[in-house]
């Protein structure tokens, strides 16, 4: 699966636990600064220990 921001074709690799909208899986990148917003939870999928590290 690919990650859900807009013109983003990296692999997803966390899904976010956002309190005021949808989740949303996202590729490590988009984790590291989406996740900083106060509520936000960050959950990386265990099968994609790989695609973290990018």
Same mark, same amino acid.
């Given at each position: 699966? %690919?990650? @859900?921001?807009?013109?983003?074709?990296?692999?997803?690799?966390?899904?976010?636990?956002?309190?005021?909208? %949808?989740?949303?899986?996202?590729?490590?990148?988009?984790?590291?600064?989406?996740?900083?917003?106060?509520?936000?939870?960050?959950?990386?999928?265990?099968? @994609?220990?790989?695609?973290?590290?990018?």
């Amino acid at each position: 699966m %690919e990650c @859900s921001e807009d013109d983003c074709d990296r692999p997803a690799a966390v899904e976010l636990h956002v309190p005021w909208d %949808e989740n949303r899986l996202v590729c490590a990148p988009h984790a590291r600064v989406l996740g900083q917003q106060d509520g936000v939870v960050a959950d990386p999928h265990p099968d @994609s220990a790989d695609d973290l590290l990018e």
